[in-house]
């Protein structure tokens, strides 16, 4: 870590009841609000080699929080909730097993994961990013590329990754033309 990176950071904590409190109007729980806010600092550390000077820094660390509650809402809403109030459960107990439990699902899980850590951080970040919910945006503005740049990282690494992984097309995974 830069000493600018340290600099930043200790400014940042000078932030630290405003993100707060900003953190709880967001949540509303001061259980979430308090891992909002880790996640908060935990990103800024991450990416305070992105940070432009002469820009303003509180700003910056509250888009980030509020970029990152955004997205976990997102993730949250993407859950699917099944509430059974059938006197005996009836359909909690007829559901069909989630086939991602299955254990050839976890071998191709772990394989893809491996390959997605082989490519080099340039092409990995960004792709690695938009899986956790980023948008082509956000992850620009992050990484200090353009969004053009962004786009197509992502996309010949989502290619490279059909061609290494071409050998684990199955009934599980249809081939789409």
């Known amino acids: 870590m830069e000493a600018s990176d340290k600099t930043i950071i200790q400014q940042v904590m000078n932030y630290d009841s405003g993100l707060k409190q900003f953190a709880l109007s967001l949540t509303l729980n001061e259980d979430d609000a308090n891992d909002l806010l880790q996640d908060t600092y935990v990103k800024v550390i991450q990416f305070s080699s992105k940070y432009s000077e002469n820009t303003n820094?509180?700003?910056?660390v509250f888009t980030i929080m509020k970029n990152t509650f955004i997205n976990n809402y997102r993730r949250k809403q993407r859950c699917k909730v099944l509430v059974d109030q059938s006197e005996d459960l009836y359909y909690l107990n007829n559901l069909v097993s989630d086939p991602s439990d299955a254990a050839d699902m976890r071998h191709y899980v772990s394989e893809i994961n491996k390959k997605i850590l082989e490519k080099k951080e340039d092409q990995r970040k960004p792709f690695e990013m938009f899986l956790d919910g980023y948008k082509y945006q956000e992850i620009a503005e992050l990484m200090n590329l353009s969004i053009g740049t962004v786009k197509s990282r992502i996309f010949f690494t989502r290619k490279?990754?059909?061609e290494?992984?071409?050998?684990?097309?199955?009934?599980?995974?249809?081939?789409?033309?």
Do not use: C, I, R
């Not at 820094?57 to 910056?60: E, I, P, S």
């Not at 290494?164 to 033309?177: G, I, R």
């Open 160 to 162: 490279k990754l059909m």
């Open 57 to 60: 820094l509180k700003a910056w």
């Open 164 to 177: 290494d992984l071409k050998d684990y097309v199955s009934p599980t995974f249809p081939q789409t033309a």
